[in-house]
Nanobody, 123 residues
Framework: QLQLVESGGGLVQPGGSLRLSCAAS????????IAWFRQAPGKEREGVLC????????YFADSVEGRFTISRDNAKNTVYLQMNSLKLDDTAVYYC????????????????WGKGTLVTVSS
């Protein structure tokens, strides 16, 4: 069974950058679409970005367009979320999730979830 582990979170100042990693085990990520979600304190979880098995990426959140990018390294079985120009509102627990349908990014189609990594943007 696919297992996902996020890493790379931490404390960063506004305007800074972080790269989150989502490492998979138990299955090959080539066969999954992978998405990043986040949940800020007191708010509902929201989709951020998604990448299909073929490498096409889709933004779920307009607020991160132009600042966040998603990429995958199938050889390392890992998906990355590069976050630049971080803002206070980006503070959240970030989760990666996998959809067993690798061809589409569907906000409500995730089958597997990681436990999350905390990103805190603060001066």
């Amino acid at each position: 069974q696919l297992q996902l582990v996020e890493s790379g979170g931490g404390l960063v100042q506004p305007g800074g950058s972080l790269r989150l990693s989502c490492a998979a085990s138990g299955a090959t990520l080539d066969y999954y679409a992978i998405a990043w979600f986040r949940q800020a304190p007191g708010k509902e979880r929201e989709g951020v970005l998604c990448i299909t098995g073929r490498g096409s990426s889709f933004y779920f959140a307009d607020s991160v367009e132009g600042r966040f990018t998603i990429s995958r390294d199938n050889a390392k079985n890992t998906v990355y979320l590069q976050m630049n120009s971080l803002k206070l509102d980006d503070t959240a627990v970030y989760y990666c999730a996998a959809d067993a349908d690798p061809y589409y990014c569907q906000l409500d189609g995730m089958d597997y979830w990681g436990k999350g990594t905390l990103v805190t943007v603060s001066s």
